[in-house]
Structures are given as structure tokens and as C-alpha cells.
């Protein structure tokens, strides 16, 4: 069974940083390119960050110098570490990962920028 799960969202103060995770199971971790994607009421689903199987990275405008998307495979997790957070990345964020043929979501963890 296919498990992606999040972890480490909650409320931070603008201007401070925060790092989710998600834990990958059930896939060979390896071949599948991951990425972060967030969501607000009544917007589109969108990209934030993602990073390949081969480790290369991509950002959002929005985001780029204030997040980072890292992952290990020793642990098969994927990591965002954001940074200068601001009321604007308040979000429900998603774990999503890709393969050839497959894409799985996780179940989201919410970020709150607020003081």
C-alpha cells in the first residue's frame, strides 16, 4: 500500500521558517520525482517546489530563495525547508509524488503565517 505522509505544519509567525516532511512508503522511492504543492479555499492547486529522482530542483517564483525542497533516501522523505514565510504561503500543503505511470498525493498539512 502507497503511503505518503506529511508532517510539521502549524502556525508560525511571518518572517519565521518551518520544515515539513513527508514519508514515502510502499514505492521504490529511488525512480519517483517528488514535489510540494499547496492550496487555499477556492484557488487552483499549485506548485511550490519539486525535485527530481536525479536530485535536481525547481522552484516557484513565489517561493524561489525562501524554500528549499531536499530529499533522503536512506529515510525515503522529502523535505521543504521554508524560510522568511509570509501570510501569502498560508496553505494547505501536499506531498505529491511521480513516477512513468504512477502519481500519488498525500493528505495535506496546513501552514498558518500569521502573528
Known amino acids: 500500500q502507497v503511503q505518503l505522509v506529511e508532517s510539521g505544519g502549524g502556525l508560525v509567525q511571518p518572517g519565521g521558517s518551518l520544515r515539513l516532511s513527508c514519508a514515502a512508503s510502499?514505492?521504490?522511492?529511488?525512480?519517483?520525482?517528488m514535489a510540494w504543492y499547496r492550496q487555499v479555499p477556492g484557488k487552483q492547486r499549485e506548485l511550490v517546489a519539486s525535485?527530481?529522482?536525479?536530485?535536481?530542483?525547481d522552484y516557484a517564483d513565489s517561493v524561489k530563495a525562501r524554500f528549499t525542497i531536499s530529499r533522503d533516501g536512506a529515510k525515503n522523505t522529502v523535505y521543504p525547508q521554508m524560510n522568511s514565510l509570509k501570510p501569502e504561503d498560508t496553505a494547505v500543503y501536499y506531498c505529491?509524488?511521480?513516477?512513468?505511470?504512477?502519481?500519488?498525493w498525500g493528505q495535506g498539512t496546513l501552514v498558518t503565517v500569521s502573528s
Open positions: 525535485i527530481t529522482s536525479g536530485g535536481s530542483t
Open positions: 510502499g514505492i521504490i522511492f529511488s525512480i519517483y520525482d
Open positions: 505529491n509524488g511521480r513516477s512513468a505511470i504512477l502519481n500519488f
